[in-house]
């Protein structure tokens, strides 16, 4: 997984709303967009199919952020691709769900992510991938490339879906949980990336 700074420098030329939010906060190459959307924190927004809402709000999360740097891709004719990938999520490769994982005694829980790729890497803007996780997530268990507003719905579909089929196949895995067990305790994993 690479960070923004893999992705291209593209000048921004003048081309739709997208392109204009991102002038309006003094950007204007598509690699500064990347890292402007890096610095910003980690939050839900308002809605998760509105993008703009990331820079109105100042914050986001990888669907938000990388939707909304698809949506610049798209306005700038560049060969980008938005991609949901799904990866076992551990204390490891995801710092500060650790304490949630131990208090209910899993090793893991699936969690969906969303990033970009470029050319062969994939490119994770939401994370601080220099002097973060000390092991980065490598193995996804399904991706697919998707478009910005299949962040929203079709995502927490696909997730939920996933997450079904895996207390199934891997009931020692899930310590027995039901699905509303094991999606209340990924919830919890994902408030504790907020605090």
């Known amino acids: 997984m690479r960070s923004w700074d893999a992705l ?12 204009g ?25 308002s809605s998760r199919t509105e993008t703009l809402a990331v820079l109105r709000e100042e914050h986001g999360t990888c669907s938000t952020k990388h939707a909304l740097l698809m949506e610049l891709a798209l306005e700038q004719k560049l060969d980008v691709a938005l991609v949901i990938g ?7 490769n995801t710092p500060g769900v650790g ?3 131990a208090r209910h005694g899993l090793a893991y829980v699936p969690e969906a992510h969303c990033y970009l790729r470029y050319r062969e890497d ?4 939401t994370r601080a ?9 490598v193995r996804f268990l399904h991706e697919e ?3 910005p507003p299949q ?3 079709y995502k927490i579909g696909l997730h939920q879906s996933f997450i079904r089929k895996w207390i199934a196949e891997n009931p020692d895995d899930a310590g027995g949980r039901s699905f509303d067990e094991i999606w209340r305790i990924r919830e919890e994993c994902i408030a504790a990336l907020s605090g």
Request: charge should be negative; avoid cysteine.
């Open 8 to 19: 291209p420098d593209a000048i921004l030329e003048p081309a739709g709303d997208v392109t």
């Open 21 to 45: 939010a991102f002038f309006g906060v003094g950007v204007r190459d598509y690699r500064a967009a990347a890292r402007h959307l890096n610095h910003l924190p980690y939050g839900r927004n």
């Open 86 to 92: 799904i990866y076992e999520m551990t204390a490891r």
């Open 99 to 101: 304490s949630v994982l």
């Open 122 to 125: 994939r490119v994770d803007v």
């Open 129 to 137: 991938l220099a002097d973060g996780p000390s092991e980065p997530i």
């Open 145 to 147: 490339e998707i478009s």
């Open 151 to 153: 962040v929203g719905n």
